[in-house]
């Protein structure tokens, strides 16, 4: 399958050069030779991470340069989908974030946009014929490298809130471990205060527990579940998330070890206990 790559330049079959102007505006000048040696009957792909305004634009720059040299089957490979979690009108006066980038999307008429972990199942109804590519291979790794380097021994995969909990089901019975505990928080949604942490369970004595979620932002509804879990004798804390923003550090209390993807941004630094996949192998790239 061919594609153009716009997170791993090296991978792309596509040359081209990506610039931002004075002015703030990206660009990209596509390398025709490479271009026109591709059959343009034949499907290819946009790989592409959107985690914010200017790689939307950049994206749409590129499709609207495909459309003009008369590539007929142009698909979409997100890693990260920029306002996801703004998958409703949280309060009076805030937009519906997500039906706006969905509406921007399905103007650009890909032939399908797979989507990595999106947030909930709101995007993929949202943006026409899109799919989601589920995180079970993923987790599947992650739990292969963290048995590998540490013991054995008893675990559970964890949801830390309502919102996980469908998707950590499936997940445990694609990748056969009976253990789930459920959590629950409480949000106060004008201030964004989490309280009121709760776990169904009476007893993880000795146990690793693997929190499982699609994003890591600041860290509190892990920060909070972690200790909840600690306090029911919980041995070791994994955190494991698609995509790893941490805007307040990838240091979080009561977490021991992390996992995450460079879905969202690459990672110049990695300190210990902190492990990044690269997205690369779980985005699909065969039709």
Excluded: W
């Amino acid at each position: 399958m061919n594609a153009i790559n716009l997170i791993y330049p090296m991978q792309s079959d596509i040359h081209y050069t990506a610039m931002i102007f004075p002015d703030g505006q990206p660009h990209i000048k596509i390398d025709v030779e490479s271009a026109e040696k591709l059959n343009k009957q034949k499907p290819l792909q946009i790989i592409s991470r959107i985690a914010n305004a200017n790689d939307l634009l950049l994206l749409l720059f590129v499709k609207n340069t495909l459309d003009y040299m008369e590539f007929e089957q142009v698909s979409l490979n997100v890693s990260y989908l920029l306002a996801a979690r703004m998958d409703r009108v949280m309060m009076d006066g805030e937009p519906f974030t997500l039906k706006v980038i969905a509406a921007i999307l399905n103007q650009a008429n890909f032939k399908k946009i797979r989507i990595f972990d999106p947030h909930s199942e709101v995007a993929t109804a949202l943006i026409e014929r899109s799919y989601t590519t589920i995180n079970h291979l993923y987790v599947k790794d992650c739990l292969a490298d963290y048995f590998t380097n540490n013991e054995q021994a008893a675990f559970c995969l964890v949801s830390p809130d309502g919102g996980a909990l469908k998707k950590i089901h499936k997940l445990a019975q694609q990748l056969n471990i009976e253990d789930v505990v459920e959590c629950m928080k409480e949000r106060d949604v004008k201030t964004g205060q989490l309280t009121n942490f709760k776990v169904f369970s009476e007893n993880l004595q000795g146990k690793t527990c693997f929190i499982i979620d699609d994003i890591c932002d600041g860290g509190g509804t892990f920060i909070g579940t972690a200790a909840a879990l600690k306090n029911l004798g919980a041995k070791k804390i994994v955190l494991v998330v698609s995509h790893g923003i941490f805007s307040r550090g990838n240091q979080l209390q009561h977490v021991d070890e992390i996992y995450t993807t460079d879905s969202y941004k690459e990672f110049t630094t990695v300190t210990e206990n902190f492990t990044v996949f690269p997205v690369s192998k779980y985005l699909v790239v065969n039709d």
